[in-house]
């Protein structure tokens, strides 16, 4: 309340009109959450003629049970839970070391190195120069193309040194080296433990492109046993299989639940990585 009194007139406008969009904005995405989640499960016949807007009507869980029939949609969640455990670790496996590295003052040519990998978000080798590439080192069309591709990135590299340079003194490497630790030993016992943040948050970004991602497979991929569950969602919603009942309500419904299905495991999995996360972004973002 001091706070409050202590600030200007121009800065509590400023304030009061932040808080309000920010409610605003919250407040519009939040019910087109709820309003997919209540789709999902209210009567085809009521959600198309409008009558659904904010509490389930008819409640049904046809749109559920089809989709969880369809065998493609398990073939799919598998392919993503294992694309996407594998190629997070192996983003993980080459971000935190690579940015620990590039952290140390005394490494030399990180000016040079850091001046190419941001070159290379501006520039790239372009479309066909890497589909040949792929398709020379006999990729295409394995899975291994969908855990390598995407499992490194530079704004997760520049994030995670920036996390090193504010959060680890030089002097703390100084004393384990006195007690006795290798530059290996410091960075498993002490650098690894001290970095829950960053992991947390690096990992979170690459999950989720990982989880989301679709130009890969339209690429690189013609199988459709290889495809994840963003690919197996699309050839459901795009077929003729779809139940057109009370004309085509009920694919409406079947929409909604898959969408749901679609974002369930992130809702689960935020709110326990969520302090970690924000920590690991904020801390990230004071200096480049």
């Not at 046809?62 to 594998?86: A, P, Q, S």
């Not at 960053?198 to 690189?220: C, E, H, P, Q, R």
């Not at 994840?228 to 050839?235: E, I, W």
């Not at 929409?255 to 970690?276: D, E, G, H, N």
Request: hydrophobic letters at 50%.
């Amino acid at each position: 309340m001091n706070k409050l009194k202590s600030m200007g007139k121009r800065d509590l406008i400023f304030l009061t009109i932040v808080h309000a969009s920010v409610i605003a904005i919250s407040a519009v995405i939040l019910y087109a959450l709820w309003f997919v989640v209540i789709a999902s499960v209210s009567d085809p016949n009521r959600v198309a003629s409008g009558e659904v807007l904010f509490l389930p009507k008819g409640i049904t869980l046809e749109g559920c049970k089809y989709i969880f029939r369809d065998k493609r949609i398990w073939t799919g969640y598998r392919n993503t839970i294992l694309y996407t455990t594998v190629g997070t670790l192996i983003g993980l496996f080459i971000t935190i070391p690579a940015g620990y590295a590039l952290s140390k003052k005394d490494m030399v040519g990180k000016g040079i190195i850091m001046k190419l990998l941001v070159f290379t978000k501006y520039f790239s080798g372009g479309l066909i120069p890497t589909y040949l590439v792929v398709k020379r080192l006999h990729l295409v069309n394995t899975p291994y193309v969908l855990m390598i591709m995407g499992s490194f990135s530079v704004f997760n590299l520049i994030l995670c040194r920036t996390f090193f340079i504010n959060t680890l003194p030089q002097e703390l490497q100084e004393a384990a080296e006195i007690d006795g630790c290798t530059i290996f030993q410091y960075f498993v016992k002490i650098v690894l433990p001290l970095s829950k943040a960053a992991l947390a948050s690096i990992g979170l970004m690459f999950a989720v492109a990982y989880w989301n991602d679709y130009t890969n497979y339209k690429l690189y991929i013609t199988d459709s046993s290889l495809y994840n569950f963003q690919m197996k969602l699309r050839s459901i919603m795009m077929g003729s299989d779809l139940p057109q009942a009370n004309g085509g309500a009920t694919e409406n419904t079947v929409k909604s639940a898959a969408i749901i299905i679609a974002i369930l495991p992130f809702m689960i999995l935020y709110p326990f990585l969520q302090k970690y996360f924000v920590k690991g972004v904020n801390v990230g973002a004071v200096k480049g």
